[in-house]
RNA sequence: GGCCCUAUCGUCUAACGGUUAGGACAUCGGCUUUUCAAGCCGGUAAUCGGGGUCCGAUUCCCCGUAGGGUCACCA
């Protein structure tokens, strides 16, 4: 059985998104699969709109998401060959030189390389989709080049194809209406046709396909916010593919278990909506299951511009089920703490700094600041001599007095004088996180005015 | 418009022709709670329509309809 060797072949024109990966992570865990060859090919034959930056685009996306190649291919660099195949296309007279007007200024004569299409009915089974016939006389005689140095697409494809000995070509399911005329060229040349795939289509919320314009974020974006490329990757693999047992709920694969599970058969044969919300939902659950030590390595990027960036790491480590809790993905960070330079804020700065109280804030529905206060003065005094400072200790030194006083009255000033916010964690948790010293001081302070 | 592909809750999906059509996300309600978040419990919600085949169709076939893709000297 020969080698199964799959490619991912983006063109440098663009940041791709999620759509165009999601064809690289198939190839990939089907070559991983078969143990076989993983290509990526860079198809940079329209040099009007290749640029670097693109390119530069689709080597990190590939690697954060894991997908390492055995074989790299410039498109471009096969000139020679590519160059080689047309002529012996037009001494066999299977192609021809064309003398038309150009594309772009008709006024202009210009020499184009046509396929002298046989004009045959093609039928090729897809391997999702089954059989697929298509009669190619409607393609008339397609050009393959724009000159002989200066190959088209489906001349370039076809010949790079062959000589890397891909076997299976799988793509998306835009190129279904191209296939016949790879095919009619595999078979001018006398070449073995590969095993086509054609993945059915990600589709942005309007239920086209996805691109930029429709502000889908490039592979790239999602590795800047923060989010797990695990977790990515777990939750893309699923948009139309589902490798779960009937009847098995499972929705959290590793990469192994994607590779061992991949096929082609439950592939979904129409296009999937691509929802962030779902995506969100795996980043979580990815964070969930990592250990603290990745925790913080994964944080770290987004800590260090923050006024949490200089704190000991004992602190912050307090800290982390309150984060995890609350966070969808790491660069959440930048909405949790200040910015060094001052220009934000964060929703937990008060754990790092005492907070500003506003003192019209400190008092419960209906009751008054001064009932505020003096709750404050009597919670001091239950926590002054408190031994066990954990966050049940300061539970149970403070919850029989709020019960017998109104829950709310005593809760919500103790937790403002702490937080200085009107939403945030219970006074409890914040209590233990600060410690004893820093959580009586700031009771102290809010209730300063009583005196 | 021609050609091609597709069709299960709002979304992602499960269901060898026999299920009260299942799960997840989202949404709604409740519990918990001083607030927010989380958590737990529960609810709403789908087989596009019409014909066949079959004892029996989400499932197979045909016709409609709808959606998508493609009709480049872009890939």
Redesign the pocket.
């Known amino acids: 059985m020969a080698t199964v060797v799959t490619r991912f ?3 440098p ?1 663009g940041k791709a998104h999620a759509g165009g990966y999601r064809t690289a992570m198939y190839a990939w865990l089907f070559a991983r699969q078969q143990k076989g060859e993983f290509i990526l090919r860079i ?7 290749n640029n670097e930056e693109a390119k530069e685009d689709i080597f990190e996306a590939l690697k954060w998401l894991g997908l390492e190649h055995d074989r790299l291919y410039i ?1 471009s660099a096969n000139l020679a060959r590519h160059k080689e195949i047309l002529t012996q296309l037009i001494r066999e007279d299977r192609a021809y030189v064309s003398h ?5 200024d008709a006024s202009v004569m ?1 020499d ?1 390389i046509r396929f002298r299409n046989p004009n045959k009915i093609i039928t090729f089974t ?1 391997l ?8 190619t006389t ?2 008339g005689d ?2 393959i ?3 002989i140095d ?5 001349l ?2 076809i010949v790079d194809d062959h000589d890397e000995g891909v076997t299976h070509v799988i793509r998306a ?6 296939t016949p005329r790879h095919i009619l060229l595999h078979e001018a040349l006398g070449w073995q046709i590969p095993h086509y795939a ?1 993945l ?2 990600v ?1 942005s ?5 996805l691109s930029k314009r429709k502000g889908a974020l490039a592979m790239t974006d999602y590795a800047k916010l923060g989010y797990l490329s695990d977790a990515v990757f777990n939750c893309i693999a ?5 490798p ?1 047992d ?4 499972q ?1 959290l694969f590793s990469i192994p278990e994607l590779i061992e599970r991949f096929d082609f058969n ?1 592939m ?8 962030q ?2 995506l ?2 795996f980043n ?1 659950e990815y964070i969930k299951r990592l250990s603290g030590e990745q925790f913080w390595e994964h944080a770290e990027p987004y800590l260090k511009d923050t006024i949490a960036g200089v704190q000991e790491r004992s602190l912050l480590e307090k800290l982390e089920p309150l984060l995890r ?2 966070m969808v993905k790491f660069s959440d960070m930048q909405h949790f703490f200040a910015a060094k330079d001052g220009s934000t804020e964060g929703e937990f700065d008060y754990f790092l700094m005492r907070p500003k109280i506003d003192t019209s804030k400190l008092a ?2 209906g009751t008054s600041l001064q009932e505020a206060l003096q709750h404050l003065e009597k919670v001091a005094g239950l926590l002054e001599g408190l031994t066990d400072w954990s966050e049940e200790g300061v539970k149970g030194a403070v919850m029989p007095y ?1 019960e017998e006083t109104g ?2 009255n005593v ?2 000033p ?3 004088a702490l937080s200085g ?9 914040i209590a233990a996180i600060l410690g004893r010293g820093e959580t009586l001081a700031r009771i102290t302070d809010a209730a300063a005015p009583i005196k």
């Open positions: 072949a983006p063109s024109t198809e940079d034959t329209d040099r009007a709109r498109q038309e007007p150009a594309k772009d210009k184009v897809d999702i989709r089954g059989p697929i016939t298509i009669d409607d393609l397609f050009v080049a724009r000159a200066d190959p088209v697409y489906h370039a494809v399911e835009e190129h279904i209406a191209n054609h059915p289509l589709l919320e309007d239920k086209k396909k699923m948009l139309g593919w589902n779960a009937p009847g098995s709920d929705e439950r979904q044969k129409s296009g999937a909506i691509f929802k919300e779902k969100d939902w979580r809790e609350r419960w529905k709020a829950k709310g809760l919500w103790f937790r403002v916010r009107e939403k945030s964690p219970d006074p409890f948790t």
